[in-house]
């Protein structure tokens, strides 16, 4: 398994700033999931970080809105761009390990993220 | 396509008592199957997994049976804890169909009181 931390664990933002999400793996892996999710709800994928390339964003989220950084191969940030009430989750990243046939994803503690 | 359906909480149960938490899936392959914990504040946790058909996962006293003639992969254990409050989360994935994209249901909450 990975160990996985995230930065901030909380924040309280004003609506219209950014935020900047950072994810960290005590291992390097091939790929970084950001997953968001909402009071009460299940994850929703937001978008697959590789290193190397652009992230491979899920339906209705864009570029724009959650720009991803991926530098290396134990590091990847979110950002959570122009920021709105509806934006308030838990933000969390994910790695990937595997098995034979079958993957696994860990997760981070997540960041609790609150916009006024 | 693949989908998660689980059971609707919030589930409150006395200390001891017998848990069963129901999930069943649609998967156009042969998924793998999980059940993952969140503890209050916390981040998600693979509590158990298992890759194919009549395996059963366990971890912590928890069991779940991959069972694909009902599709299910139902989460149980015999005596809860007021340490087992969570949320818990049935997940499937499918990698020879859909790579390594996971699929969630919706969380059931557990509460258990002394």
């Known amino acids: 398994s990975a160990v996985i931390s995230q930065k901030p664990s909380r924040d309280i933002c004003q609506r219209g700033t950014s935020l900047t999400i950072q994810c960290q793996v005590d291992s390097q892996v091939t790929m970084m999931f950001w997953y968001r999710q909402q009071p009460g709800q299940s994850l929703t994928l937001i978008a697959t970080a590789n290193q190397g390339s652009e992230a491979t964003y899920e339906s209705g989220f864009v570029i724009d809105k959650f720009p991803i950084s991926r530098p290396n191969l134990t590091f990847s940030t979110l950002t959570v761009s122009n920021m709105s009430p509806e934006d308030s989750s838990i933000y969390l990243c994910?790695?990937?390990?595997?098995?034979?046939?079958?993957?696994?994803?860990?997760f981070g503690p997540g960041t609790r993220l609150t916009v006024t | 396509g693949n989908s998660v359906t689980q059971m609707e909480g919030p589930v409150t149960l006395s200390e001891e008592a017998f848990l069963t938490i129901n999930c069943t899936y649609t998967a156009t392959g042969y998924p793998s199957l999980f059940w993952y914990v969140q503890y209050p504040g916390e981040g998600l946790q693979l509590l158990l997994k298992a890759t194919k058909a009549d395996d059963k996962g366990s971890n912590k006293g928890f069991e779940a049976t991959y069972r694909k003639e009902t599709t299910s992969f139902h989460l149980e254990k015999g005596s809860v804890q007021v340490s087992d409050s969570a949320v818990y989360f049935c997940a499937l994935s499918d990698p020879a169909n859909t790579g390594n994209q996971f699929y969630f249901g919706t969380g059931t909450s557990l509460t258990v009181i002394p």
């Open positions: 994910s790695v990937e390990g595997s098995g034979r046939g079958y993957y696994e994803q860990y």
